[in-house]
């Protein structure tokens, strides 16, 4: 039995055959970048409409009894002509609104706006907090974290989308999430 090599060995006395490590290594690598593929879709989430892409819709988990929540999104537009956000709606609210916040004198202020964002051709719009965002009024149930609710997006040329909004912790702020550029 000497003059066998040390892998025939093994297989005569019951062994499995020593495995090629390269090719382990190969499969493992391949595996990881797999992986890693699938993260930024995991992470944040984009919708399309006509020459528009929603990055990323979010919201905030409640506390119970909360009549309101925020929503936040960007929207690009890859298109050669400006369009503006004329509607939103979601059955999680008996309306949506689009606000804007801002400091004036001192004074932090929010007022609906009206006639829509526009979304300039080649640029984009932020809905964020401090900023222009979305006032889900009226909830009907509480967004919690980990979930997801939709809603409806209309545009006044690409039209209408239905999107996700991912439900955050309270405190989130949107800051370290992946969104549309």
Known sequence: MSNFSPAARALMLGGTRPRDFGQHLGLAVFVLILLLACIPGAIAHEFKVGDLEIG??????????????????????????????????????????????????????MRPVTGGLEIPAGGKAELKPGGYHLMFVGLKRQPKQGEKFSATLTFEKAGAVTVDFAVEGMGETGMDMDHAD
């Open 56 to 109: 990323h819709p979010w919201s905030r988990a409640t506390p119970p009894g909360a009549k309101v929540a925020g929503g936040y999104f960007t929207v690009t537009n890859k298109g050669s002509a400006p369009d503006r956000l004329l509607s939103i709606s979601s059955d999680i609210s008996e309306k949506a609104e689009l606000h804007e916040m801002g400091v004036k004198d001192g004074v932090m202020t």
